[in-house]
């Protein structure tokens, strides 16, 4: 709460806070005949109590009227809520602020749809009012999330293993090879820019003038159609090394995942399961196996050498021929 004019966020208030002013910002969330409104923010909910007395029949008509979503602030007493009241989905489930003061910073007009994770609204639709579906807990805890990731790996390459975060251009000349690039038209006639599909040729750049241990979180465009693991804009992170191997390679990536992976997804462990490139033919038949599902390829040579079947026993008449199977148990 630094440099702001709020005391606290809307999903920290607790017991303990109990008896103390507080100021809080937010969106509301809902409001319910004019007893009280739930105040959202991107940390979580706070019941508001909206004073019944004549005294306070100002802050009462302000508050009852304001729409859903609507920009508030609200100042108020934090008080224990009446037994029986609690509501323990919350974390904020043991409070509530009882409203002192309040203003409508900027008042909302009927929206597209309701920012509940509940509401089902189409994938157009959210696109189309994308910065309303960013209000939705998902989409906060995404960007979040790889705000503290991407964080954390700059700590580990940097402050740990003294890494160089260089960021390299976004318009460069055609590279031959590899994608696909987007042209960029320049201000001279017949004259384009490319954005890179990869800071390949500006790693390999670096790697000669010297910067022996250099690493970028970078933007990479291609000009393609989408595939599962790509899209036409994308970030990467780029590593560069000098003087290392494969192992060392492999030990720098496992220590940068384990370092930057979030606590509350479970904890990660290295050295990661690996298995040599004739392996995964011999077992999965191509050289990215999905291991999930477990469903090996077996040799059954053996067994079939002593069958009369012909072109099976041409098959293993050859150098190194051999006859495979997928084994599924209790399949048919």
Known sequence: NS?????NTCGELRSTHVGQEVTLYGWIQYQRQGLFLVLRDFQGLTQIVIPQDEAHSHLKELLSNAPVE???????IVSS?????????MPTGDIEVKAETAEILNSCKKLPFEIKDFTKKSEALRMQYRYLDLRSFQLQYNLRLRSRIVMRMREYLCNLHGFVDVETPTLFKRTPGGAKEFFV?????????CLPQ???QF??????GGLDRYFQVARCYRDEGSRPDRQPEFTQIDIEMSFVDQAGIQRLIEGLLQYSWPE???????PFPSMTYK???????TDKPDTRFGMKIVDISDFLRRSDIQFVQNALSFPNGTVRAICIPQGA
Do not use: C
């Open 81 to 89: 809520r009446p037994p029986g009241q609690e509501n323990p989905k």
């Open 70 to 76: 609507s920009v508030v602030r609200v100042t108020g």
């Open 264 to 270: 509350e997804k479970g904890s990660i462990t290295t």
């Open 203 to 208: 790693k390999q750049l670096l790697m000669v």
């Open 3 to 7: 440099f702001v004019t709020r005391t």
């Open 198 to 200: 990869s800071p390949q």
């Open 279 to 285: 392996e995964a033919l011999d077992d999965y038949g």
């Open 185 to 193: 038209p320049s201000r001279e006639t017949g004259k384009f820019y």
